[in-house]
């Protein structure tokens, strides 16, 4: 089972990711960390951090040589502004004048569509610094650097994933139209907004423009895939070892993302059930089914098929056109605190759900599958899919029959 977690404030000196669980001799690469952390900065309407912020990554534990020692991985990634902030962030007690002035000063306008009021009521603060820091988006540069540790893994089963972006506000990647597979990544990721439909992109680029130029923010909609799964990863037997509830869990724990949908999700609610599932057929002896409407699992397992996961992202909460709020030091009505922020970072969410996804699955392949080394998992798969009988053989999403 894994166990991960993760530490640090926006702008504190750095994030630290902790990854406990992952068996002995999986390859990580520091340049493919890096290359994802890249990935996670792109996107079209991104605000001015991602142009220095720098993720310096180093490794504190868990791999030697290039490989992961079973032992827990434990990674650091630095806040290039880090030196501007060493007062208003210092652990250490500040002198109360020093602080209250310049970026110290007390951020007592709660913004709305974010965890500042809430935060501060629950937590007893009389100012949204110490909220606002850890809720921060920047946190999830860590879970993208354990994803991509995770996603090693499981190319190492055969599994591969791919992000990409299916809606923007009102404009919407066409029904029916093609998904992008893991081969596809560098093409995604050259385009501004990783859409795979470039007249759809293009579309979503004057969109983004468009707000820009109102003062205002994008959400949109952003969809995993995952290539290779076996089927059986999950269970049917409890709530909370269904992979479907698993996966919403990770992607809903992402900041502003407010809904989840697995395959056809809330399309199949408008369809009769003669046309909502997924038929049975046979081919070359092989189970295979007619369509993939249930995006990859049935009673909370994995099916074999392309796994089909959508994560729906808000408009970033903080408006260039401050949204009304209360000064809570004064009582008095006020334009909402305006921290740096983006237009839209809908593209960027992708990639972190990539890495939730990766993370989920991997925990769900080493509990059905175990092993302290990768190559025992390797054989405990392999194990596995030769004992599934004739009869109730079938493929997996590559293609490949693994069964």
Known sequence: ????????????????????????????????????????????????????????????????????????????????????????????????????????????????????????????????????????ARETAARVALGAVARSFLAELGIRLVSHTVAIGPVQVPEGSELPMPSDVDRLDADPLRCFDAATSERMVAEVDAAHKDGDTLGGVVEVLAYGLPPGLGSHVHWDRRLDAQLAASLMGIQAIKGVEVGDGFETTRRRGSAAHDELHLADGRIVRASDRAGGTEGGMSTGTVLRVRAGMKPIATVPHALPTIDVATGEPAPAHHQRSDVCAVPAAGVVAEAMVALTLANAVLEKFGGDSVGETRRNLEGYLAAIPDALASEVADGAVRA
Request: proline letters at 8%.
């Open 1 to 136: 089972m894994l166990r991960w977690l993760t530490a640090g404030e926006s702008h504190g000196p750095e994030l630290v990711a902790i990854l406990e669980g992952l068996p002995a001799g999986i390859p990580v690469s520091l340049d493919d960390i890096r290359a994802d952390l890249a990935r996670r900065k792109l996107g079209y309407g991104r605000g001015a951090r991602m142009k220095f912020e720098q993720d310096e990554l180093a490794v504190s534990g868990g791999v030697r040589h290039g490989l992961t020692l079973g032992s827990p991985v434990a990674l650091r990634i630095g806040n290039t502004e880090w030196p501007k902030w060493q007062q208003v962030m210092s652990p250490e007690p500040v002198d109360a004048e020093a602080l209250g002035r310049g970026r110290g000063a007390p951020l007592t306008r709660p913004r709305p569509g974010h965890a500042d009021l809430v935060g501060m009521q629950k937590y007893g603060f009389d100012e949204a610094r110490p909220v606002l820091e850890r809720a921060s």
